[in-house]
């Protein structure tokens, strides 16, 4: 990257990649510093970023993203945050009740993530968690939607496309990458709803949007800034990428308009 305040530039194999009309980022979780670095560089270029560097940056610190999704009354489980296993007493009074979900805040992929089924399991997890110097999340488990979520994907203002993931078989992380199950599912008006505000309030016009069915209505677990496209495009038989073209399509056309 050239950064001026003349003529920002981008470079890759040790040619200019000259001013694109539009980037689609796509940032691997372990990528995220350099890979916002290179998005503010093409929002320097004023090229026009379907994720803008803010919203990737604030949907990829879990615990930032449902500080904002909370501050903004979006419904999700009843979540804490400890730093030290001294704290493990008040963050089970927090979210109160046992068992509890114990995540990574680094984690992808149902990696990191732990159930545990008592209060002596919860303060081992913390203990262990804590000495590897990583910070935890803690959330409510949602027994009636146990090994169950919904991935919807959001294209500007719209769900594209939705699929419905469940666990093997003694597992409770319905992930892909751990071996889950993936349907086409029907989001009803209230789901569609939230997902798409939630997706708005990050910033996001493509998201990847997780959501469990509760007992109290559609609760949100993640905002995803780089959702993955196959599972989705194969369970749905919706070409998502196509989706995504012709938002930047429009999108450009109104841009060019306005300008």
Same mark, same amino acid.
């Given at each position: 990257?050239?950064?001026?305040?003349?003529?920002?530039?981008?470079?890759?194999?040790?040619?200019? %990649?000259?001013?694109?009309?539009? #980037?689609?980022?796509? +940032?691997?979780? *372990?990528?995220?510093?350099?890979?916002? =670095?290179? &998005?503010?560089?093409?929002?320097?270029?004023?090229?026009?970023?379907?994720?803008?560097?803010?919203?990737?940056?604030?949907?990829?610190?879990?615990?930032?993203?449902?500080?904002?999704?909370?501050?903004?009354?979006?419904?999700?489980?009843?979540?804490?945050?400890?730093?030290?296993?001294?704290?493990?007493?008040?963050?089970?009074?927090?979210?109160?009740?046992?068992?509890?979900?114990?995540?990574?805040?680094?984690?992808?992929?149902?990696?990191?993530?732990?159930?545990?089924?008592?209060?002596?399991?919860?303060?081992?997890?913390?203990?262990?968690?804590?000495? %590897?110097?990583?910070?935890?999340? #803690?959330?409510?488990? +949602?027994?009636? *939607?146990?090994?169950?979520?919904?991935? =919807?994907? &959001?294209?500007?203002?719209?769900?594209?496309?939705?699929?419905?993931?469940?666990?093997?078989?003694?597992?409770?992380?319905?992930?892909?990458?751990?071996?889950?199950?993936?349907?086409?599912?029907?989001?009803?008006?209230?789901?569609?709803?939230?997902?798409?505000?939630?997706?708005?309030?990050?910033?996001?016009?493509?998201?990847?949007?997780?959501?469990?069915?509760?007992?109290?209505?559609?609760?949100?677990?993640?905002?995803?800034?780089?959702?993955?496209?196959?599972?989705?495009?194969?369970?749905?038989?919706?070409?998502?990428?196509?989706?995504?073209?012709?938002?930047?399509?429009?999108?450009?056309?109104?841009?060019?308009?306005?300008?």
């Amino acid at each position: 990257m050239n950064i001026t305040s003349r003529k920002p530039m981008v470079y890759y194999g040790g040619e200019s %990649l000259g001013k694109p009309d539009a #980037v689609i980022p796509r +940032i691997g979780a *372990s990528n995220t510093f350099y890979g916002t =670095a290179v &998005v503010r560089q093409f929002e320097m270029m004023n090229s026009y970023c379907v994720n803008s560097s803010v919203s990737i940056s604030n949907s990829r610190d879990k615990l930032r993203s449902l500080q904002i999704l909370a501050k903004a009354g979006i419904n999700m489980p009843v979540t804490g945050f400890a730093s030290h296993t001294k704290d493990i007493e008040g963050v089970i009074e927090t979210v109160g009740s046992i068992p509890l979900i114990m995540k990574l805040l680094q984690g992808t992929q149902g990696q990191g993530i732990v159930l545990a089924e008592t209060r002596k399991a919860a303060e081992s997890v913390m203990s262990a968690f804590r000495q %590897l110097d990583a910070d935890i999340m #803690v959330q409510e488990f +949602i027994k009636e *939607s146990s090994g169950t979520d919904i991935r =919807a994907f &959001v294209v500007g203002n719209r769900v594209v496309a939705a699929m419905e993931r469940t666990a093997p078989d003694g597992e409770f992380r319905s992930n892909v990458h751990r071996g889950g199950r993936i349907e086409k599912v029907a989001l009803t008006n209230e789901e569609m709803n939230i997902v798409t505000e939630a997706s708005n309030i990050l910033g996001l016009s493509v998201a990847g949007v997780d959501l469990m069915r509760s007992d109290r209505g559609p609760l949100i677990l993640e905002v995803n800034s780089s959702p993955g496209l196959q599972g989705i495009e194969s369970s749905s038989n919706v070409n998502v990428a196509d989706e995504i073209i012709s938002f930047i399509e429009q999108k450009k056309e109104n841009l060019d308009v306005q300008s």
